[in-house]
């Protein structure tokens, strides 16, 4: 509450201010510009400028009666204080001023209380109207207030604090009072008000009697004072206000484990394509991890938060609960204690709520579309067989219990075949160490290190950087393309009714010979690219000889084509400089032979290095060599038993 004596207090401060505010006086010939030079003058922004009208300006007529705008101008006191945030830039303050308060015109509000008649003025918002003099006169006598000095009320009005203040007396009805009452309810966590009107001179709610009657009831926590000084303006009867609420206490989260996998092992996704269309095969059912990846993360638990009533009773909270970290096999906790870690390459899975690392992948059944394709940072056994179309990928080995058909097969370590591959003519198999399988048909097959066969081989493209064996009682090599670095033997080679062509050949670094043949392509490519570019750009250049002058785009053109040849040129040369290496490493001696325990048939072309052998007769127990650069038919000779025999499981070493 503010009395008389406050008011004069005030009003001599505010004209303290007064007398302290800087003034300019510009004049100019619009509103504009002098209100421009004010401001630069006084160096505040336009915005934070008032300034009051000396003389209006006027264009004149025809050059006469001209006359400039003059002006007072001065900053505002309210912007006085806000001096502090000039280091925003203009945009940014406008930036932050964007949330335009709603406007509000300004309120008067008349309280009859124990200490007399009081009168509040608030000041409007935005574009809202201010309460005048005879508004506020109209509000004091609708109350009957009497005895109110007109320059009081209408300094309370100018002023528009929202302070209330002492403006008069009144005839007190005491049984024309407000009367209110307090419900505490929900174990002292709410609290009601509710009030009842008063009559003609009877007492307005204030909100020192609701905080008085909230002290009263025990309530001492939770009490929304904002609240309580807007419902004492602006009152609602008969219907209960919340005007306390104490604070609820929280239990805390228990602690749960955030997985960087997905742990529900029955969820397939599904891949969309760059078509847009979907591959089924595709189900990523694999989750790959690499040592040392985090797999998983215990969230810890949290605190609880306690509360407190009304009457400021605390109200404990239970803390979250915790829970052990699911270690399984080839994980470790992190130096933090809370970090589920990878000890290897596999697959991650959650078995009986426990996170392993598998470095075998099996798959009990076929490959199909119920499993997609596979392609895993391990080892994978297959118990059945690998349909059509599908593809299997491992960092370890690869074995198949049953078939593989029309499909891809790649390993960084071997692959084992216990039934045959029938590629169908499209199906590829290559594995960065060796491949065991029962036959090869109609495939293309690469092994790092050997490729052994028992039944035979038939119309393969087949290549060991090593050797390639066929040894069992179907042995046989029909058709097809065979490339062996040291050796290839099997019991026959060749077929007496077939017409299919079989090529045999060894002797020679094979992985520099499909090195040297890439490269080889590939400059071939390159040289009828380059004669491409020299005969156009020699038809430019013939054009300007004639011309004396090109056209601006066949000038950049032909500068183009001539940066493009040499490109051309250098890459020509960096790949024949490579090609020698490589022709250094294949004039290298490596031995090799070719050996058949029972028959080589006629037809069948011998490659030993760079010297060729058209088979035109039967042979039989026999081994072709190369001696004194020709290929010499010898005795048979049993291929080297060490390391032929299929290997058993998939260890990755």
């Known amino acids: 509450m503010v009395d008389f004596v406050q008011l004069q207090r005030r009003m001599k401060e505010q004209l303290d201010q007064d007398r302290a505010i800087q003034s300019v006086e510009t004049a100019g010939p619009t509103i504009e510009a002098v209100v421009a030079e004010a401001a630069t003058l006084l160096d505040v922004p336009v915005r934070r400028l008032e300034y009051e009208v000396l003389e209006r300006g006027s264009a004149g007529f025809l050059g006469t009666g001209k006359k400039d705008w003059k002006i007072r101008a001065y900053q505002r006191i309210a912007d006085q204080e806000d001096e502090e945030d000039e280091d925003l830039s203009f945009e940014e303050f406008e930036e932050e001023k964007k949330p335009v308060i709603e406007d509000k015109d300004g309120e008067v509000f008349v309280k009859l209380t124990s200490d007399g008649a009081m009168l509040k003025v608030t000041a409007p ?69 509710i009030i009842k009107a008063p009559g003609q001179g009877g007492f307005d709610i204030t909100a020192e009697m609701i905080l008085s009657l909230l002290k009263q009831n025990r309530v001492y926590f939770g009490i929304d004072e904002e609240f309580i000084t807007n419902f004492a303006d602006h009152p609602v009867y008969r219907e209960p206000a919340l005007v306390a609420e104490g604070l609820k206490a929280i239990n805390g989260r228990d602690a749960y484990i ?50 407190k009533n009304l009457v400021g009773e605390p109200l404990p909270a239970n803390n979250g609960k915790d829970i052990p970290l699911p270690t399984g096999r080839n994980v470790h906790v992190g130096e933090d204690g809370v970090t589920i870690i990878a000890d290897m390459n596999g697959q991650v899975i959650v078995v009986g709520d426990k996170i392993n690392v598998e470095s075998v992948y099996q798959v009990n059944g076929n490959v199909d579309l119920k499993t997609g394709n596979i392609d895993f940072l391990g ?22 219990r049953g078939l593989v058909e029309r499909a891809n097969l790649e390993a960084e370590g071997d692959i084992t075949v216990h039934q045959g591959i029938a590629g169908k003519s499209s199906g590829r198999v290559k594995a960065g160490r ?46 097809g393309h065979l490339r062996a670095t040291e050796e290839i033997s099997a019991d026959s080679i060749g077929s007496p009714t077939s017409g299919t062509e079989t090529i045999c050949e060894v002797g020679y670094d094979l992985k520099a010979k499909l090195r040297h043949d890439d490269l080889t392509g590939k400059r071939t490519a390159l040289e009828d690219e380059l004669t491409v570019l020299q005969r156009d750009l020699q038809t430019l250049i013939n054009i300007k000889k004639q011309r004396k002058v090109l056209p601006p785009e066949k000038e950049i053109e032909m500068k183009e084509m001539m940066e493009k040849r040499q490109g051309v040129m250098t890459s020509i040369k960096n790949l024949g400089n490579e090609i020698e290496k490589l022709e250094l490493i294949l004039s290298q001696d490596h031995g090799g032979r070719i050996s058949a325990a029972s028959k080589v048939y006629p037809g069948v072309r011998i490659f030993i290095r760079d010297v060729r052998e058209d088979v035109r007769t039967e042979y039989k127990a026999v081994t072709f060599v190369l001696e004194e650069g020709l290929i010499r038919a010898a005795k048979y000779e049993e291929p080297e038993e060490d390391g032929l025999e299929m290997p058993n499981g998939n260890s990755a070493d």
């Open 125 to 193: 918002v935005g574009k809202g109207k201010r309460v005048t003099l005879p508004l506020a006169m109209k509000a004091l006598n609708a109350k009957m207030v009497k005895e109110v000095p007109e320059d009081l009320a209408a300094n309370v009005v100018k002023e528009m604090d929202g302070e209330y203040v002492r403006v008069g007396v009144f005839e007190h009805n005491i049984a024309n009072d407000v009367s209110a009452q307090v419900d505490v309810v929900e174990q002292n966590m709410k609290a009601f008000i």
């Open 258 to 307: 955030q997985y960087n996998f997905e742990n529900n092992q029955s969820k397939v996704k599904i891949r969309e394509g760059a078509n847009g269309r979907v591959n089924f095969k595709d189900l990523n059912i694999i989750q790959n991890v690499v040592e040392s990846q985090p797999l998983a993360k215990k969230i810890v638990a949290e605190k609880g938060t306690p509360g």
């Open 379 to 400: 080892s994978v056994e297959i118990s059945g067989n690998v349909e059509d179309g599908f593809f299997v990928k491992a960092a370890g080995n690869i074995e198949i």
């Open 434 to 479: 060796s491949i065991w399988a029962r036959f090869i048909e109609n495939t293309n097959v690469e092994a790092g290190n050997m490729v052994v066969v028992s039944d035979g081989i038939v119309n393969s493209q087949v290549d060991a950087f090593k050797r390639i064996v066929v040894k069992g009682k179907r042995a046989n090599v029909v058709g």
